[in-house]
């Protein structure tokens, strides 16, 4: 008997309801959590995008992060353990979810506060041989809820270091580098220099734009526009699609790579991470990926913050290979704990990667209103 076929028995009729099942089957996992603990391992993409003006210039701050420097036995090659039980369908797992994020709290205050931590991996080349290093950042954010407000961020780079003991020690032939020289992807860029220590962290606060935006969700949006998304899953895809999905102007036609399934997860994995919607427009895009038919589950993995979570994902086929998208949830609080994107088919500037290697993740360390500002 399967999982589903368990929430069913619990249930006690053949065809329950999306609330009443997304409950049944969140008790039946802690049943099968409880009695399976002990038996359990103990080894372990642009998301949420903030939009900066004044000092930083008017970008789309890419949250994007490379999982798991190897703690609790996870590789940066192959990425986290995962537990070895046959994981939940896809569309229960995300069900339980919107449930609990339904019941977060939504009082709102001077700010949204939200701290991050994003990792990227590059793969180096040296005469000792090739090895991975892990750039790591911290962000942390204090939007305002009033568009008058002043918008504050503060940022530390954490330094970039071997991502492995394997990587550490080709990066000790290669004579222990303090710096490291990594190329641009794009043609006729200097490389970027990464060090090893960290730099202190700098906060910087500047007034909103005239326009009021504050986020990138496909397009530039404010507060009044997160705050006033449907609630219902099928409304909020549509209007998504008509105001994000279009490539160019307006009158042009849809196009397949902006409605597909894989920018339907990246869109709604944006709303779910960080972004200060409502609680019920959190568990609607929970809902939408749900729906989404080429959403699997992975299983119970761990984080880079060494959190536990269960993971839903995404395919997509690119001119750089075969990628997955990762959303790492915590299914009792309705939040998403990390975003990471691993390549799986090498290809294009992903060639040199090992297939299953991660690229780039965001762990979301705290996201919610708060009436403290910055000092």
Known sequence: MNEIDLVREALGRPRPTEQETAAAFARVQRDIASGAAARRSRGLTAVSRRLWVGGFGLTAVAAAA??????????????????????????????????SAERQDDTMRRYWHD????????????????????????????????????????????GTRPAGPAD?????RAGSPAAFSIPMDRKGFAPMTRKLAAGP???????????GAIFSLGGNVTM?????????PN???????????????????????????????????????TMPVTPRVRAAAFRMIADLPTVRTIG????????QGTAVAIDEHTSDGDLEHRLIIDQASGT????????????????????????????NLTSGWTDTAPR
Request: hydrophobic content about 35%; aromatic content about 6%; proline content about 9%.
């Open 66 to 99: 490379a999982v798991a420097v190897p703690v609790l036995g996870a590789s940066p090659e192959t990425g986290p353990h995962r537990s070895t039980a046959p994981p939940p369908a896809a569309r229960t797992v995300l069900l339980v979810a919107a449930q």
């Open 115 to 158: 701290t991050s931590t994003s990792r990227l991996y590059y793969r180096l080349h040296a005469p000792t041989g090739d090895y991975t290093v892990v750039w790591a950042r911290r962000f942390e954010g204090w939007t305002p809820s009033n568009p008058t407000g002043r918008d504050c961020g503060r940022r530390q780079d954490l």
């Open 168 to 172: 550490q020690a080709v990066w000790r």
């Open 201 to 211: 962290p700098t906060t910087a606060c500047r007034a909103l734009p005239p326009d």
């Open 224 to 232: 009044k526009d997160l705050r006033t998304l449907p609630a219902d």
């Open 235 to 273: 409304r909020l895809k549509r209007m998504l699609v008509e105001r994000f999905g279009r490539s160019g102007t307006d009158t042009e036609p849809l196009t397949r790579n902006k409605t597909g399934d894989s920018w339907m997860f990246s869109v709604a994995r944006d709303i779910i991470l």
């Open 300 to 307: 119970s993995v761990r984080d880079a913050e060494g959190r």
């Open 336 to 363: 998403a704990l990390a975003y990471e994107q691993l390549v799986l088919k090498p290809a294009g500037r992903n060639a040199g990667r090992a297939p299953g290697s991660l690229i780039n993740s965001v762990a």
